[in-house]
């Protein structure tokens, strides 16, 4: 069976746009941003449309901060040249229209990711399971704030599982340029042995470097040689939607690690995990290798918000293909978000016991329970590779 043939039936592509239609609709309709009482209230989407603002008038990109929201915009200047067209409609709209690319992308990720473990999926089960995942913090936690995420990840999950395609990496390349942490994808597929695919990457990189030195030449000095190494400056790290490494070390310790206490144990996680997914991914079992390469990167950046945590839905698809208990426990995790039963915010962390550390510390526990399994089933002999449509794994 081969992809072509799969992706030949247009009932799944008519249920994302339906679904993508339908709530770009209900935003639109309703302008929620000034109606409706939200958590998030899509602040970060005008934190974008400022970024893209400053671009079109030539002011500098980092320093200030939006009206609106009082953030800053924190990501490369490509990123804001991407959001100048946003600049420019009437927020209501922006909002309608970013909220059904997300979803759309997120409909996109189920579509893709049940292909390739299943072969041909039906319409309904696209919608379904889209719906179903809005259930999931990350998720809604992303639309409510209106990230990115959901669309970075479809980007790279369209090129992890096809990576035989002549332009595969572009994309990776190119989101790598709006949001700095994909690059660890890159790692993953030089140690799978995709050495062109992973050149074809950092040379789209390199690309979107370039047009944001050409677009915002000041603004592009100021974030690669000073923003860029600054973790602080999107927002506390040790706040408890941080669920990284480095914020639990800050938890932990009180105060923000030391660089070099950091990178001890932050480096040796992430690194032992992409060689995981690595030896999923050449094994055949792409969507697991690209799951594992998405834990890396949660564990290695310093700020790994709730809402970076998309990449559970993925994980959960995956693991009901092996096992419904497993899918359950992790599924459970990401909708009850233990790591706010404790008390949070307003440095609050500080004073957590060491009973309160564990439901605190949720998601990156559960990532690295994920990462133990996965580093047992791929070194024990006799497993096989992967539970997948055989042409998946000839590919």
Excluded at 151 to 166: E, F, K
Excluded at 190 to 195: C, E, I, K, N, Q
Excluded at 208 to 235: H, K, M, N, Q
Excluded at 324 to 333: F, L, M, N, S
């Amino acid at each position: 069976m081969k992809w072509s043939r799969v992706a030949a039936g247009p009932a799944p592509v008519l249920a994302v746009v339906v679904v993508a239609a339908a709530v770009a609709g209900a935003v639109a309709w309703a302008d929620l941003p000034a109606r409706l009482s939200v958590h998030g209230g899509f602040v970060d989407l005008s934190a974008y449309r400022y970024g893209g603002r400053l671009v079109l008038d030539g002011l500098p990109l980092y320093g200030s901060r939006d009206p609106a929201t009082n953030l800053r915009f924190t990501y490369p200047p490509f990123a804001a040249v991407l959001m100048a067209p946003l600049a420019l409609m009437p927020f209501w709209l922006a909002t309608a229209l970013w909220t059904a690319a997300s979803v759309g992308a997120l409909a996109g990720v189920v579509l893709v990711v049940g292909r390739v473990l299943r072969g041909p999926v039906a319409g309904w089960q696209v919608a379904l399971v889209t719906l179903g995942a809005l259930a999931l913090e990350p998720v809604w936690q992303n639309l409510t704030f209106a990230q990115i995420n959901l669309l970075v990840m479809l980007a790279t999950i369209i090129d992890l599982v096809r990576p035989d395609r002549r332009w595969s990496g572009v994309l990776l390349g190119v989101v790598a340029g709006v949001k700095l942490t994909p690059l660890v994808f890159v790692v993953l597929i030089v140690l799978a042995g995709r050495r062109a695919m992973a050149g074809r990457a950092l040379l789209a990189f390199a690309a979107t470097v370039a047009i944001g030195f050409a677009a915002a030449p000041r603004s592009a000095v100021t974030y690669w040689t000073d923003d860029l190494v600054s973790a602080g400056r999107v927002g506390p790290p040790e706040l408890a939607h941080n669920q990284s490494v480095f914020g639990a070390l800050t938890r932990l310790l009180d105060d923000p690690p030391p660089t070099v206490l950091w990178l001890a144990v932050a480096g040796p996680l992430a690194l032992a995990v992409v060689i995981v997914g690595a030896v999923w991914w050449r094994r055949g079992d792409r969507v697991l290798g690209a799951c594992l390469g998405a834990v890396a990167m949660l564990l290695a950046s310093p700020i790994s918000w709730s809402h970076h945590w998309v990449w559970a839905v993925p994980v959960a698809m995956m693991l009901w293909q092996r096992s419904r208990w497993a899918a359950a426990a992790w599924t459970a995790v990401f909708v009850f978000r233990p790591f706010v039963w404790p008390p949070w915010g307003q440095q609050r962390e500080f004073g957590w016991t060491a009973a309160e550390q564990v439901p605190g510390e949720a998601y990156l526990l559960a990532a690295l329970a994920l990462a133990v399994w996965a580093a047992v089933r791929v070194f024990s002999a006799g497993v096989p590779a992967a539970r997948q449509p055989a042409a998946t794994l000839r590919r």
